[in-house]
């Protein structure tokens, strides 16, 4: 099977301030791969994922989204359109319903007719099995249906690439497993995904690879199995025995 690289990140290092986020970071992402990023509080995973579609800007190195390169890029919207990020907070919008919700990016960076959008937006909101609360208002939904509805309208862009930055760990408990399904479908649809989350069987079952970093270096890339079974670092050791 050929591989095709759809994300390079090529010795990326960023700073807040004086304070190293991410040092000499690199990893590449094929069309399909689904990379679980762990690693402690702190360790930079936002940070990487968010540089990702240009929601920070990094000082140092380049990132190669589907061949547009980002440190040189004027625009967002190339990037923001073939890159989908859901967030930990739902970043619903409040005073929309969840169908306006899903339908306002495709007709506003698309250009979607009404007609077309809405089309979209029920699929997709039958697709993460809440088509049924497309006329109510976010705070009507429970947590879990909340993030259901950024998942669909992160996917209305059609986008290549699905960023999933901590999804439930805002969730009731009874709620993740409904959240980690949707994803699971879309792992299974052949998306390409980047997931930082601490739901372990997720990275487990779903993971081609997993990412470990700490203090903004990325320490191992190695398939669930492997790095599950047997970290190669102590850090990595350590880590697991504390959310295990
Ligand atoms: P993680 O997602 O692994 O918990 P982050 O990427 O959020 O880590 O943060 C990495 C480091 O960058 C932390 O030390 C954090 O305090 C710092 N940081 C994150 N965002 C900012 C910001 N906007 N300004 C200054 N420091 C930040
Ligand atoms: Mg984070």
């Not at 970071?25 to 399909?32: H, I, K, R, S, W």
């Not at 208002?137 to 950024?150: I, K």
Request: proline residues 5%.
């Amino acid at each position: 099977m050929t591989q095709t690289p759809i994300i390079q990140i090529q010795n990326v290092s960023k700073w807040f301030g004086p304070l190293q986020v991410l040092k000499d970071v690199n990893l590449t992402v094929n069309t399909g791969q689904k990379v679980v990023v762990l690693g402690p509080s702190g360790s930079g995973k936002s940070t990487l994922i968010r540089c990702i579609n240009k929601l920070e800007d990094f000082q140092q190195g380049e990132i190669v989204v589907d061949g547009h390169a980002l440190s040189t890029m004027q625009r967002l919207e190339p990037v923001r359109r073939e890159v989908g990020m859901v967030f930990q907070g739902f970043n619903l919008f409040p005073h929309m319903t969840v169908l306006r919700n899903v339908m306002l990016a495709p007709i506003k960076l698309r250009g979607l007719s009404e007609k077309a959008a809405e089309e979209r937006a029920m699929a997709l909101l039958g697709r993460v099995g809440i088509a049924e609360q497309a006329q109510k208002h976010p705070t009507q939904l429970s947590g879990g249906q909340q993030q259901r509805v950024a998942i669909a309208r992160a996917l209305a862009m059609e986008p290549k690439v699905m960023l999933f930055d901590e999804p439930t760990s805002a969730l009731d408990p009874e709620m993740i497993g409904e959240v980690l399904d949707v994803m699971r479908d879309l792992a299974t649809g052949g998306m390409t995904m980047i997931v930082v989350t601490h739901e372990m069987g997720f990275a487990r079952e779903v993971a081609d690879r997993v990412i470990f970093m700490d203090k903004g270096e990325l320490l191992e890339d190695a398939p669930p199995k492997e790095f599950f079974g047997n970290p190669r670092l102590d850090r990595a050791k350590q880590f697991l025995q504390r959310v295990a």
